[in-house]
């Protein structure tokens, strides 16, 4: 499926439209495989910018692309397309929005049947935006769905061989299978985060004293960019208004159960334990790291005071021991000059981890959790 | 404030009643102070496990101990701890609950006014319970909420004495501040997270491989007890039932503006518009690392192939460039042996940090971002 790369190439040169995070991300990643890459952007600034970034030139090709990479905003997209399809600009137009069937029905609405264009999405967005914030490497490892509908093989050759310079992994879904995937993994989560931090602004100053990670990391979301999400919350309408239906009932439902806590506890504590245990039962349906189901690792806590070299230090340290570290996370307190380092690893691993840290100096949990 | 540890200790004894996550770690930190630790949990295995954990002796005292903490789920507390202050057992009382006005008032109603009592609650949970999730540094820099109200000063100075000995930031608030405020930071954003991955249990299978970083995010804390989630949902029904049905009319906007996207974009627009600007607001106001508003540092990726050692590689090489970072982030994808790894450094030391690890063979974004 992605063995574009060792064919003899079929993406020699390459549009990018649009120069913010994605397109310039796109355009170094195939840069970096030596495909002349044009760039364009309704901003030419935006685009200047990219070029100055190593991501191609803003001089407009001179004959047709192997490839164009549409990387506008949602609303903008199907325009964009049809505009190239109808240009004959590019042997393929390929487009990024994270919505798909609209851009689908517009395109062939405007131009007919597009033999030559193949709607595709990579889920890769980041808190930040525009050219800066790419990288070559922004694909790598990420889910990046492809809806074929209606393309030919050549077309679809030409995809393969662009995920596969930007090192992503293909997830063929058609169109209305992807919108109702992305408004439940992405696009209702989004919302939800943005809903429970749009409380916070009202909040009293002291109430965020008593903040924990479990908020940070439930709002995280809640800091991207709003044109964007309109964009894409307006174009994936219906199936998010579907699934914030349902999330709605439930919040009803505990609404309800709490409100009844008085007059009938059994049964507000019946109610409110069946939504949590949904919420387990879903928490664990999450893909874990290698694709599988989540990997339960052992988690080594070490107490790291925050002076300067010390995480360089626990570094150099763990470096020695020659452990394997699955992942990394490093609990902040507001207020306080000291982190908590935790280092998940394999099981049988943590206990020998943790007794060599410790043996270095490190106030680690005896227990490895 | 904090300056029971520097004066003649003020608990030398102590009594832990309840010794699973919050008790047993409690229990290990004053025994790092050579506190007498006694533990009791009604499940003696519970506080023989903890004992074995080093975290102090299952039996009872013989006589007065200076302080008992009660760790026990939130709806024993009220009648555990009146049940100590009637029977003398400790100078002083204090409970750990996540919901403080209806522990007071229960307290109250059985024993009257009660000055050797004092209201706490650590913010300190974890997804993990259990005396072997506990550990001695649970409570380093992280807030500990004092309701201090009816309580005599000896009472307060031990107080101050525990969270010293335990490392933690006190946050004095009455009850009722205290109970929106934990309504506002944790226990709403709990029902969130519980709703949003309550939706995945019935998703389909192919659009749980577009999962990224953001709903891993969003949903992590649903991993948690339903059981102790039921008991301080319930606790707290009225301060958290307020928040979640402004929450839900924020929903129904939401939802309304959706299903008017066809016939009035630009309403649709500005209301989803108002909504995504308040939870930027809202974020926005979340304390950074050392108490003040959000830092923004730069960020440095770094592609991590995913072999055995790579990240213990990584370390060293940081740890010999000798730059301080702030915060890591490891960042995975289903299917895919690879990982980025972002570390976050100050703003000036970016383009050194990215420079250096480059030079020693890491790919590395070379804008820092």
Redesign the interface.
Known sequence: MSRGAADPPVVRSCLVVGTGLIGTSVALALRRHDVVVHLADRDPAAARQAAE??AGTVDPPTEQVDLAVVAVSPSATAEVVSGLLAGNVAATVVDTAAVKAGVLRQVAATVGPAPHFVGTHP???RE?SGP??????LF????W?VSAQGADERSMTRVRALLDMC?A?V?E?DAP??D???A???H??????????????E??D???????Q???????????D??L??DI??AN??P??R??????Q???A??HA??E??ED?EW??TA??E?????????????????GRSTTYALV?V?LPDR?????????D????????E??R?E?????????VELAVAPAAASGLATALAGLGW?V???G?
Do not use: C, Y
Request: aromatic letters at 2%; charged letters at 20%; a positive charge.
């Open positions: 970034l190593g889920m890769a967005g930040r800066g914030a790419a990288r070559a490497d790598e490892g990420r889910p769905a090192g992994v997830v879904m299978a992807h109702a995937a992305v439940l993994v992405s209702v989560p989004q919302v939800a985060a943005s809903l429970v931090a749009a409380r916070l602004a909040g009293a002291n109430a965020l004293a008593l903040t924990g479990g908020l940070r990391d439930v709002t995280r979301v809640a800091a991207s709003p044109d999400w309109v919350l307006t309408a219906e998010v208004a699934i914030l239906t349902e999330l709605r439930d919040v009803d505990v609404v709490l409100r806590v008085d506890p507000a504590r409110l334990r939504v949590l245990l949904r919420g387990n039962a879903g928490r664990a349906r999450l893909p874990g790291k290698h694709g806590p107490v300067p070299g010390e995480l360089g230090r626990l570094f150099v763990v470096g020695a021991v020659g452990v394997n570290i992942d990394i490093i902040h307190s507001p207020g306080q000059p000291v982190g908590l106030v949990h005896p227990e959790a």
